[in-house]
Nanobody, 121 residues
Framework: QVQLVESGGGLVQPGGSRRLSCAASGSIFNINDMGWYRQAPGKQRELVAA???????NYADSVKGRFTISRDNTKNTVYLQMNSLKPEDTAVYYC???????????????WGQGTQVTVSS
């Protein structure tokens, strides 16, 4: 069984910073892409940032230059450093990872439970 556990959410003032972490645990053979998504009230879940296992990154236009995704493959952990936060960044942030649990078997999508980030004064 595989689990993704996020941490680091909370209340932050506009212009502030926050770092999210997501650790994968369980029966893991290999992790391919990892990423962060978010869902604001009344809106669809959207990709925020993604990173391959070799370190290539991809960002939503709305967060480019403000957010940085990184990962530590030795800890099966992905991070999201969020700077210059805006009220429109308020959402539940979800961690996602493509994980293979057995050699030569397909990769499957796994999701964390989500962590709330609220940007407000």
């Amino acid at each position: 069984q595989v689990q993704l556990v996020e941490s680091g959410g909370g209340l932050v003032q506009p212009g502030g910073s926050r770092r999210l972490s997501c650790a994968a645990s369980g029966s893991i053979f290999n992790i391919n892409d990892m990423g962060w998504y978010r869902q604001a009230p009344g809106k669809q879940r959207e990709l925020v940032a993604a990173i391959t296992n070799s370190g290539s990154t991809n960002y939503a236009d709305s967060v480019k230059g403000r957010f940085t995704i990184s990962r530590d493959n030795t800890k099966n952990t992905v991070y999201l450093q969020m700077n210059s936060l805006k009220p429109e960044d308020t959402a539940v942030y979800y961690c996602n990872a493509l994980i293979s649990t057995v050699p030569s078997r397909p990769y499957y999508d796994y999701w964390g439970q989500g962590t709330q980030v609220t940007v407000s004064s």
